[in-house]
């Protein structure tokens, strides 16, 4: 394949809609975990911006958090209803404080 090729090569593939399917399982199992595993969760969608995705950021009452992305706000939606929780929109809402607090208490865990 060329250099400057427009289609990517086989080694870069995602594994196609399998792949995909298989990622939004594992998202999917991630945060199922997450909200059983803690109290008070709630879900922030974060609209996609030309350096990030949109995605879906879950905040327990403590301020822990997890990150993973999602297609879109109906995706975010339908996923935070799947896990009995509230979603609210970062760009009306912010961040809630406990997770701005968890945060600064725990340096290096922010890429989760």
């Known amino acids: 394949m060329a250099l400057f090729s427009r289609r990517r090569s086989s080694s870069n593939s995602d594994g196609g809609i399998f ?25 922030y969608f974060e609209a996609e911006t030309p350096r990030d995705p949109s995605a879906i950021v879950l905040v327990a009452v403590d301020g822990e958090w997890t990150r993973r992305k999602v297609p879109s706000f109906s995706a975010a939606k339908e996923l935070a209803e799947k896990l009995g929780i509230s979603l609210f929109d970062v760009a009306a809402t912010g961040y809630p404080r406990a997770m701005r607090e968890w945060s600064m208490k725990n340096p290096g865990t922010q890429a989760r």
């Open 19 to 43: 792949g995909k399917r298989r990622k939004r399982a594992e998202t999917t199992a991630h945060l199922e975990n997450f909200v059983a595993t803690r109290s008070g969760v709630s879900a």
